[in-house]
């Protein structure tokens, strides 16, 4: 049974930072891309950043370029998600997602934790 489980979500001041994680089980992480995503409050849920399997190849959503850094250990199969400098418009609830390869939809999704940035 696979699991992903995120953690590290919380209140947060504008300007602060927060690190997140996610823990998997259940499948062969290293063989695995991991992505974030995020929803807020009435919007759609949407792209954050992505990692490949081996950890060279990382892509962020424009929105989070430069502030945002995605990470992965896979000894520990946790994949990580450093966010400084955060903003209101960052809040919601964050999930992250496995896949195999890019050309597909992801096979798993965590049951995310949540993000509130205040002003």
């Known amino acids: 049974q696979v699991q992903l489980v995120e953690s590290g979500g919380g209140l947060v001041q504008a300007g602060g930072s927060l690190r997140l994680s996610c823990a998997a089980s259940?499948?062969?992480?290293?063989?695995?891309?991991m992505a974030w995503f995020r929803q807020a409050p009435g919007q759609k849920r949407e792209f954050v950043a992505e990692?490949?399997?081996?950890?060279?190849?990382?892509y962020y959503a424009d929105s989070v370029k430069g502030r945002f850094t995605i990470s992965r250990d896979n000894a520990k199969n946790t994949v990580y998600l450093q966010m400084n400098s955060l903003k209101p418009e960052d809040t919601g609830v964050y999930y992250c997602?496995?896949?195999?390869?890019?050309?597909?939809?992801?096979?798993?999704w965590g049951q995310g934790t949540q993000v509130t940035v205040s002003s």
């Open positions: 997602a496995a896949r195999v390869g890019l050309t597909h939809g992801y096979d798993y």
């Open positions: 259940g499948l062969s992480f290293s063989n695995y891309n």
């Open positions: 990692i490949m399997w081996t950890g060279g190849n990382t």
